[in-house]
């Protein structure tokens, strides 16, 4: 999920305050996720995925289903069988907007979201610490990990937070097919906030 809004379009979902409260939970954003990373999948499929039992997973769909965020694949499955498949590829949300919302329900769901994203970012990336040996050197060489310290205006932090996202989404039209030899899912994390003095 990305901080600024931009227009929705098939691929892009913007979040508005019930849609919001609607994700707010951590087990449904990891089933959103999962369905964005791996595709089309089943309540059970999912849950031995993520550790959950599937009367869990099959409920949390439903209500991303309500809020429309996943919905029935019809092409797969046989009799009762139901798979479910993301809607959209990514998110997009203003997080100052609903961080000033009056309704304290909305802030409230900010901040499970954001409690939510950081945990799983952490989480990937230990699982990257984890397994970067099991790498080829090329893919070993494109990996990072470095944070900079720098004192910047609130105008000169959103100019590079946005010029950081545009080079970011310029490398969207050069994605490598799935099949393409050699290619694998690559994943970049961006934090970046402003820090007491003390």
Request: proline share 6%.
């Given at each position: 999920?990305?901080?600024?809004?931009?227009?929705?379009?098939?691929?892009?979902?913007?979040?508005?305050?019930?849609?919001?409260?609607?994700?707010?939970?951590?087990?449904?954003?990891?089933?959103?996720?999962?369905?964005?990373e791996y595709?089309?999948?089943?309540?059970?499929?999912?849950?031995?995925?993520?550790?959950?039992?599937?009367?869990?997973?099959?409920?949390?769909?439903?209500?991303?289903?309500?809020?429309?965020?996943?919905?029935?694949?019809?092409?797969?499955?046989?009799?009762?069988?139901?798979?479910?498949?993301?809607?959209?590829?990514?998110?997009?949300?203003?997080?100052?907007?609903?961080?000033?919302?009056?309704?304290?329900?909305?802030?409230?769901?900010?901040?499970?979201?954001?409690?939510?994203?950081?945990?799983?970012?952490?989480?990937?990336?230990?699982?990257?610490?984890?397994?970067?040996?099991?790498?080829?050197e090329e893919?070993?060489?494109?990996?990072?990990?470095?944070?900079?310290?720098?004192?910047?205006?609130?105008?000169?932090?959103?100019?590079?937070?946005?010029?950081?996202?545009?080079?970011?989404?310029?490398?969207?039209?050069?994605?490598?097919?799935?099949?393409?030899?050699?290619?694998?899912?690559?994943?970049?994390?961006?934090?970046?906030?402003?820090?007491?003095?003390?």
């Amino acid at each position: 999920m990305a901080e600024n809004e931009q227009p929705a379009s098939d691929e892009v979902r913007v979040l508005d305050p019930r849609s919001l409260r609607g994700l707010a939970h951590p087990l449904r954003m990891r089933l959103l996720s999962a369905l964005r990373e791996y595709g089309p999948a089943t309540a059970s499929q999912l849950a031995d995925r993520l550790g959950e039992s599937s009367g869990a997973t099959s409920y949390h769909l439903r209500q991303l289903a309500t809020y429309g965020f996943v919905e029935d694949d019809p092409e797969r499955g046989k009799g009762r069988e139901r798979w479910w498949k993301a809607v959209h590829r990514r998110t997009r949300w203003g997080i100052p907007k609903f961080l000033a919302h009056p309704d304290p329900a909305v802030r409230g769901a900010v901040n499970t979201v954001l409690h939510e994203m950081a945990t799983q970012h952490m989480q990937e990336m230990s699982t990257s610490l984890g397994t970067l040996h099991d790498w080829p050197e090329e893919w070993r060489a494109a990996w990072e990990i470095s944070d900079f310290r720098m004192r910047l205006t609130p105008e000169l932090a959103r100019e590079m937070r946005d010029k950081v996202q545009e080079l970011i989404e310029s490398y969207r039209e050069k994605e490598a097919d799935r099949d393409t030899e050699g290619s694998a899912p690559y994943r970049v994390h961006l934090h970046a906030f402003p820090r007491d003095e003390d």
